[in-house]
């Protein structure tokens, strides 16, 4: 019922900035859904990026502070993630995930997944 879809990964050089989007679809959806960005390295295990519930409250993990932003619209079911100063090691698969959790801590505690955005960085 609800819909993930990621967009906006590509492959660039170290230094440049992407902008990913994920577009929330479903009656089910609530803007008091917990959003969070992950990411998976080939042949490693997911890991967040950063995360922003409800009431506006943020969390990154540290490789990214400073140089991602993740940021929601309600009035558009849409969340970010903006992506600065990337670095090879950002390369990845980005994951939009959901969950009505008000708290969510761990992979686990996220309900709903998008398939995926491929970002690759060139060095």
């Known amino acids: 019922q609800v819909q993930l879809v990621e967009s906006g990964g590509g492959l660039v050089q170290a230094g440049d900035s992407l902008r990913l989007s994920c577009v929330v679809s479903?009656?089910?959806?609530?803007?008091?859904?917990?959003m969070g960005w992950f990411r998976q390295p080939s042949g490693k295990e997911r890991e967040l990026v950063a995360a922003?519930?409800?009431?506006?409250?943020?969390n990154y993990r540290d490789s990214v502070k400073g140089r991602f932003t993740i940021s929601r619209d309600n009035a558009k079911n849409t969340v970010y993630l903006q992506m600065n100063s990337l670095k090879p090691e950002d390369t990845a698969v980005y994951y939009c995930?959901?969950?009505?959790?008000?708290?969510?801590?761990?992979?686990?505690?996220?309900?709903?997944w998008g398939q995926g955005t491929q970002v690759t960085v060139s060095s």
């Open positions: 479903g009656r089910t959806f609530s803007s008091r859904y917990a």
């Open positions: 922003i519930r409800s009431s506006g409250s943020i």
């Open positions: 995930a959901g969950t009505k959790r008000l708290y969510p801590v761990v992979r686990a505690d996220y309900d709903y």
